[in-house]
């Protein structure tokens, strides 16, 4: 059962966290990835469930921020496999998006991010592979980080493309956010920045979002420039156009997923979900040709990136290209819907870049996200920021200071 907002997979999951520390007094939800002790992760499939056992050990995440005071409170869903930006699983449902009713919470950490906006808990781990934090935030209306690639521990999680992989949270708060980063982020991986703040604005990913869009966030980055001076503009791909970004992402990532699951696929021939299933397949048929191109033009995408941010550069850019889409259309709307979002989401796991989700616009109602990706390791530097220019969430969003 998946319990309030449809959120969870083990509502009943409860570990007390240390009497003091921190986080102490905090809850804190799981997706369905991370292993606990003596449960198994079903990684959002019940034949991935049914052929491996419990975990013998919890992950090593779950582990800090239990040392650090914070009490799991229930297991989420999460889409197939993490591999879906929608939101919606064929086998366990669609959680509720309290903020957009009716609209999907967007994926693959769904339950994660329902669970938060719902105030179910006060914050929730989920994973990033190509968005699934930092979109599921935008869609809801919270703050989501997806930590510079390694920098967070990803023992005990399942490893869908570990090139790619990431563990990153959610919260209604940027001063929980913070607080959480302290724990979870590898000090030897980075610090803030003493360099001055240079914001920057990629022209070709703005053009990626849709005109209302634009035009809210545009109004919350002029707040932005107050603070920090003037964005200026920048051409990111330089000419060789987004959609090319995303057909690298996709091609690159594809034949990771494929080495973590394609033995198992041919043995156990699980029942996958539509959409989901078709790009399996196609995983399997990526070449290595095909695979060393994607990962040489990877290469060089993540040299641009760490060039643009360097000594303080930090893009400003939409997280998704509008509000959630419906409920209900994830499998007719998932591979078009994908490309779409992805354009603009798989900048950052392509270079193994930080970027944060920032709760600061409305359409028609519904929550839209800037966001702040910097240069590796700067993770301290985006969670700073996000606190210094947004305030207390108020229903489910963070406004910016003016």
């Known amino acids: 059962m998946a319990g309030r907002l449809n959120a969870y997979t083990d509502e009943d999951l409860s570990l007390d966290g240390a009497a003091d520390g921190p986080l102490c007094g905090t809850t804190f939800a799981v997706k369905d ?3 606990i002790e003596g449960k198994v992760a079903h990684c959002g499939n019940p034949d991935w469930g049914r052929t491996h056992g419990p975990a013998a050990r919890t992950a090593e995440a779950v582990r800090q921020l239990l040392a650090a005071g914070a009490s799991v409170r229930g297991k989420t869903i999460t889409d197939e496999f993490a591999f879906s930006i929608v939101g919606e699983n064929h086998h366990f449902g669609t959680p509720e998006n309290v903020n957009a009713p009716g609209r999907v919470c967007g994926g693959s950490s769904s339950g994660s991010a329902a669970a938060v906006a719902g105030g179910l808990a006060d914050f929730a781990l989920g994973t990033d592979t190509g968005g699934s934090v ?7 209306g919270l703050f989501g980080l997806r930590p510079t690639h390694g920098r967070v521990s990803l023992q005990g999680v399942f490893p869908l493309a570990p090139s790619f992989d990431t563990a990153g949270w959610f919260a209604r708060e940027p001063g929980l956010m913070r607080r959480i980063g302290k724990i979870l982020l590898d000090g030897a991986a980075g610090a803030e920045t003493a360099a001055p703040v240079r914001l920057l604005y990629p022209t070709d990913a703005w053009d990626q979002a849709d005109p209302e869009t ?5 109004h919350a980055l002029k707040r932005l420039e107050r603070l920090y001076g003037p964005a200026e503009p ?3 791909s330089e000419g060789a156009g987004l959609d090319r970004w995303f057909e690298t992402f996709r091609v690159a990532q594809g034949a990771e997923i494929w080495e973590t699951l394609g033995d198992w696929i041919e043995s156990a021939r699980p029942t996958i979900g539509p959409g989901i299933k078709e790009r399996l397949t196609w995983c399997s048929s990526i070449g290595p040709e095909m ?7 990877r290469a060089r995408i993540s040299d641009r990136v760490a060039a643009v941010t ?5 893009l400003v850019m939409p997280v998704a290209p509008g509000p959630a889409i419906p409920a209900g259309q994830a499998a007719v709307a998932s591979d078009t819907v994908r490309a779409k979002i992805i354009r603009l989401s798989g900048i950052a796991p392509l270079a193994r870049v930080p970027q944060i989700s920032l709760p600061v616009a409305k359409v028609e109602g519904m929550p839209v996200a800037l966001s702040l990706m910097g240069a590796p390791g700067s993770d301290e530097t985006l969670l700073a920021l996000a606190e210094a220019c947004c305030g207390s969430a108020v229903d489910g969003l963070a406004p910016m200071k003016d």
Do not use: I, K
Request: proline fraction near 3%; charge should be neutral.
């Open 310 to 314: 360097r000594d303080g550069g930090v």
């Open 291 to 297: 695979r060393a191109s994607a990962d040489a033009e």
């Open 214 to 218: 634009r035009t809210v966030l545009g």
């Open 234 to 236: 920048v051409s990111l």
């Open 33 to 35: 990835l991370y292993d």
């Open 134 to 140: 930092r979109v599921p935030a935008s869609f809801c």
